[in-house]
């Protein structure tokens, strides 16, 4: 059974007092397997968000079906099994980190020991422990999606999505973020995620389809649709200069052409990460 | 940052347990308690303060009054900043819940979850109709100590001036100090200042489904009372029963029978002002006042059901 089935999905969203109409989605068509961590990517406005929300019950699709493990996504029994993570979420400022959660766990049917035990693990879980007693007024953008994260996990739902989960936020916490992500794809959490961040995308998901102006212009397994099939990478440690010299008078021999040949480089992020949080002696 | 603390899933694989309700009073319970405290830490209760100056303020006309005057001056004053007060809070704390929701896209995380839409809705009213609850609960508390202050100083003034009394004089007037104080006849007339406050929640909490903005709802909501409380004379006019009016022709009827349809008749809520001038009112026209408030509030709740549910979030 896929955790997500989508097909021949269309929204077209009329204006109102104009004859005119926009349409959002168009015959998308796409399957997200249990255990997935699957990235929808493309533009603003290419129809990421719409197709979310539909996914979720939030919107209604004009033509075609949606289904969350098996289960018609129109159907709010199919929420028992989704955790959703909106972009930018605010939610009630006036509760605790820890009242926060207990909202979202008793409108999903738990309570008591067993609705404290999930919340304590939750706050831990994304490190939020030390805040549960604050409120949310006071969150950092970083915390405010950590909570969001432990809000969508109350429930233990099978699937998670996410839209934006690291927007605005700093790189530190958007590691923290990614890690999670991660974490939960090793307890066989499926996951859609949606992100502009596209290094992330390529550091975490498994599978990807991008959409344009409503379409699904690409889709597949993330290391086959980046791979470039003609050429191959090779990157030697301690390597003499004679060394390198051999290597490219057998490469010059076998006609294999050399494209570029330079220093590796850490990414921007590592970087960062290690100027602001050097290691501790 | 975190430790493995959540368990795994142990069969991730396995089709979900069926574990939904079609109906959760516990869920909708969590909403109106969580509206309620929003409202709660959004200090809506400052207006109690308001309220308590404005009756202790009114103490200040009434130096020349007789007791019995003085008596019905804080019933008026107390009842009439009740009513408008109630039904301010109604409006005003109804009308920003939705549209708060959906801006911060709390509604989002909520919906996202398995609540169906009509227990949001029904949440979120009961949570105002509970804050409402205390809130006429505390003016009640408010106005009935005002109350019983004036009387001890009316009975403590009674009291000195009653060695120039004659004989039996002091007992007849301190009976009239007692019964022109606090009588179980203002009750009804306090629980339909809360059911047409009800009322009026249920109405705007309908208009914020398909409102653009709050202000909107606040304006389409004032109109609204104004419709209530006008509707009664308009009819009497249109169909000649007052003042010589002239008689209605059929575009007219309907349109006023429309409008009585859509709009309860906010005068029949005004039994409290019979009240407070003496007047006793039958418990049988009390009752159907109060059922026509319960009904229009349900109704409102049900229309706002309809346009919610089908609404693109």
Not at chain 1, 22 to 34: F, G, K, Q, W, Y
Not at chain 2, 273 to 298: H, P, R
Request: with cysteine; charged share 20%.
């Amino acid at each position: 059974m896929t955790a997500i089935s989508i097909k021949n999905l269309s929204k077209v969203f009329p204006i109102p007092f104009r004859r005119e109409r926009i349409t959002a989605v168009r015959h998308l068509s796409l399957d997200v397997e249990p255990g997935q961590v699957y990235g929808l990517l493309g533009p603003n406005g290419s129809g990421k968000s719409t197709t979310m929300k539909i996914v979720l019950g939030l919107v209604s699709p004009s033509a075609g079906q949606t289904e969350i493990f098996g289960r018609d996504s129109r159907e709010v029994e199919s929420r028992e099994e989704v955790g959703f993570l909106p972009e930018n979420p605010y939610f009630y400022k006036f509760l605790t980190g820890e009242e926060t959660l207990h909202f979202y766990g008793k409108i999903c049917g738990l309570k008591g020991a067993k609705l404290k035990e999930r919340t304590s693990e939750l706050l831990n879980l994304v490190g939020l422990e030390h805040a549960r007693d604050r409120r949310l007024g006071g969150y950092s953008k970083g915390m405010l999606q950590r909570v969001g994260l432990a809000q969508a996990l109350i429930q233990q739902p099978r699937l998670l999505v996410l839209d934006e989960p690291t927007a605005g936020v700093d790189p530190a916490g958007s590691r923290e973020i990614r890690d999670l992500i991660l974490d939960f794809k090793k307890r066989g959490i499926t996951v859609l995620l949606c992100s502009h961040l596209l290094s992330q995308v390529q550091e975490i998901c498994d599978r990807i389809g991008i959409l344009h102006q409503g379409k699904l212009v690409r889709e597949g397994r993330l290391d086959e649709l980046i791979s470039i099939e003609s050429q191959t990478e090779i990157i030697l440690e301690n390597a003499t200069p004679d060394v390198l010299a051999q290597v490219h008078a057998l490469l010059s021999k076998s006609g294999a052409r050399v494209i570029s040949e330079r220093k590796p480089q850490t990414t921007l992020e590592n970087f960062f990460l290690e100027v602001t949080n050097p290691p501790k002696n | 940052m975190h430790e493995s603390t959540l368990p795994a899933r142990e069969t991730p694989s396995l089709p979900p347990t069926p574990r939904h309700v079609f109906f959760s009073p516990s869920r909708i319970w969590a909403i109106a308690t969580n509206t309620q405290l929003e409202l709660y830490r959004l200090k809506v209760f400052y207006f109690l303060l308001i309220f308590a100056l404005l009756i202790i303020g009114s103490s200040a006309f009434m130096i020349d009054f007789t007791f019995q005057e003085q008596f019905q001056l804080i019933k008026d004053v107390s009842l009439g900043a009740m009513s408008i007060f109630t039904w301010l809070l109604a409006v005003l704390a109804t009308a920003m819940l939705l549209p708060k929701d959906i801006e911060d896209r709390t509604l989002y995380t909520i919906l996202a979850k398995p609540v169906p839409r009509f227990e949001y809705l029904i949440g979120k009213l009961l949570g105002v109709l509970l804050m409402l609850l205390v809130s006429t609960l505390l003016m009640s508390v408010i106005f009935v100590i005002a109350l019983y202050g004036r009387e001890q100083m009316a009975i403590g003034d009674t009291m000195r001036a009653a060695s120039a009394m004659m004989p039996g004089q002091l007992q007849s007037q301190l009976n009239d100090i007692k019964e022109s104080t606090f009588t179980w006849s203002l009750i009804p007339g306090i629980i339909l200042i809360y059911i047409k406050a009800a009322l009026f929640a249920s109405l705007t909490l309908f208009i914020s489904t398909f409102a653009s903005s709050w202000i909107f709802t606040i304006m389409v909501s004032v109109a609204c009372y104004f419709i209530g409380h006008l509707q009664g004379v308009a009819r009497d006019y249109w169909l000649g029963n007052g003042f010589g009016s002239p008689a209605a022709s059929p575009l007219a009827r309907i349109f006023l029978a429309l409008v009585a349809l859509i709009f309860p008749d906010l005068q029949l809520f005004n039994l409290v002002d019979d009240i407070v001038a003496g007047n006793s009112i039958k418990m049988e026209l009390f009752a159907k006042t109060a059922a026509l408030g319960g009904l229009y509030t349900c109704i409102y709740l049900l229309v706002a059901y309809f346009v919610f549910a089908s609404k693109e979030l």
